[in-house]
């Protein structure tokens, strides 16, 4: 049964400091990793999606990064703004299941 | 893109009545959606799996006769919570993969906007 942990669970920064989210997995059987923003009693936004093959992915001041083998992803934001301000869930998707983190809520301080 | 509406995005109800929620793919076929809830400060936990013309696949501890989901066409599912109770209140929200099945390993899933029941 995969297992998605991150960590830390709340993050707090002042406005413009760079920050990785970690998250990690037990199965290393995925077919992709993909990273949700969650706005406050909203759906989720799609950020960034590696597939197993790859290693990472840049979107703007995003970056993800797949190690399969230690079972980890991390997210970086770049010179972060209070618009980032939201709660962060990664998601393993496997063989006809997607399971999902238990998310990190970030808020920057402007 | 791929994109999955979800209807209502808030409803409040009676107790012991019963809420539809519709999931639509705009723009591609899913004959699989996938039903997720969230309680409050909880990650998304899968629900049941809806699939096209055929019963839908629940994960253990949902009660199928509680949540009772239909998928009667490619682009449309729909959840009914039945005789619905307070703690049955939670964010429910639906997903779809355009790719599912084949070449699923190049797209990720994409979803709905949720919905927000609260049953008083």
């Known amino acids: 049964k995969q297992e998605v942990t991150q960590i830390p669970a709340a993050l707090s920064v002042p406005e413009g400091e760079n920050l990785v989210l970690n998250c990690s997995f037990t199965?290393?059987?995925?077919?992709?990793l993909q990273w949700f923003r969650q706005d406050p009693g909203k759906g989720l936004t799609s950020l960034l999606l590696?597939?197993?093959?790859?290693r990472e992915q840049t979107s703007g001041r995003l970056n993800a990064s797949l190690d399969k083998s230690s079972g980890r992803s991390t997210l970086y934001i770049a010179a972060s703004q209070p618009g980032d301000s939201a709660t962060y869930l990664c998601?393993?998707?496997?063989?006809?299941?997607?399971?999902f983190g238990t998310g990190t809520k970030l808020q920057v301080i402007p | 893109g791929a994109v999955v509406s979800q209807h209502p995005s808030r409803v409040i109800c009676k107790s012991g009545t019963s809420v539809k929620i519709e999931c639509r793919s705009l723009?591609?076929?899913?004959?699989?959606m996938f039903w997720y809830r969230q309680f409050p400060k909880q990650s998304l936990m899968l629900m049941a799996t809806?699939?096209?013309?055929?019963?839908?696949?629940?994960e253990q501890g949902v009660e199928k006769d509680k949540f009772l989901i239909n998928h009667a066409s490619l682009t449309l599912s729909t959840l009914t919570v039945t005789s619905a109770h307070p703690e049955d209140s939670s964010f429910y929200i639906c997903?779809?993969?355009?790719?599912?099945?084949?070449?699923?390993?190049?797209?990720?899933?994409?979803f709905g906007s949720g919905t927000r029941l609260t049953v008083v």
């Open positions: 997903s779809a993969n355009p790719h599912h099945g084949r070449q699923r390993t190049n797209y990720g899933y994409t």
């Open positions: 998601a393993a998707a496997g063989y006809q299941k997607v399971t």
């Open positions: 723009d591609f076929q899913a004959t699989t």
């Open positions: 809806s699939n096209e013309g055929s019963k839908a696949t629940y």
């Open positions: 590696i597939q197993s093959s790859q």
């Open positions: 199965d290393s059987a995925i077919y992709n």
